[in-house]
């Protein structure tokens, strides 16, 4: 009896810590987001949509989302390699499976998160909160010459590219400038290299670095215009533009969904385009044609 009672209790336990193992992956509910009284926000410090003071045009947005849940705010920093673990509970194991082996961290991801194939199998994107493009920049003493736009993205990005032969090009790895992410750039490059994020924590430290030629989001170098004007060149783009979004655990529909009904009405009432002209007031100019329209 008393063997079997043992048993009985082995599989118990084993039971438990395999549920509560996995359970690390589960997603927190709006009933569990009020009765916290509290919103959690992990966001990577990234140029001017988030930093470690709460401030930026994803910490805006993601403030006035817990004042229409009726809680309150928190930012939670990760980084770009643990920023989806920390969200979802689950670590990468292999490029075909995942494993649930970190504790949830935060309810939502935002802090300028591309929207791209890789994080979209991984994690549930809100409607798209900006726009933005990967462009080639280069510093001044550089042999390379910006293009002169055709009216046609398809032919402006093939003109960048042909201006990498026989050069060496640096991206980030793991983020929306890993190199991998443009075949055409691999081919056509004489080197395109990854950098590490711990290398280049933010896009903009690639002017202050050794490196002469890489690729930059144009928040982040429409931003340094306004800073180091004569500090560097901007080629031109190296893909089309690709849209940014909130991330969500793969469970967190709910969350998800009354996000993206609260982001329709804010959007539809000219604030939140208030908001990206404070913080990214080149972006809205530049994109204006994204960020004018009627409804997200």
Known sequence: MNKRHAELTTSILCFLFIFLFYST?????????????ELHHLGV???????????GLDCALMRRFAQHLGVRYAFIPTTWEKAIPDLTGRHLASLNSEQATTPVHGDILASGISIIPKRQRRVLFSKPTFTAQVWLIAKPEVNITPIQPTGTVEKDIAIT?????GKTVYGIKDVCLDVRRFPSLLSTASSAINVSPQQINEPISFLKSEYSIFLME?????MALGIWPYS?????????QQKMGAAFAPESVELRDEFNRFFTAFWESGEYQKLVHRYYPSSYLYFNK????SSP
């Open 232 to 240: 560097f060149k901007i080629i031109g783009p190296v893909a089309k």
């Open 290 to 293: 994204f960020f004018m329209k």
């Open 161 to 165: 590219l042909a201006q990498t032969a």
């Open 25 to 37: 992956g589960y997603s927190v509910t709006l009933a569990d987001i009020r009765a916290r009284g």
């Open 45 to 55: 410090p990234y140029a001017r949509f988030a930093n470690n003071n709460a401030d």
């Open 218 to 222: 144009s928040p982040s170098a429409l």
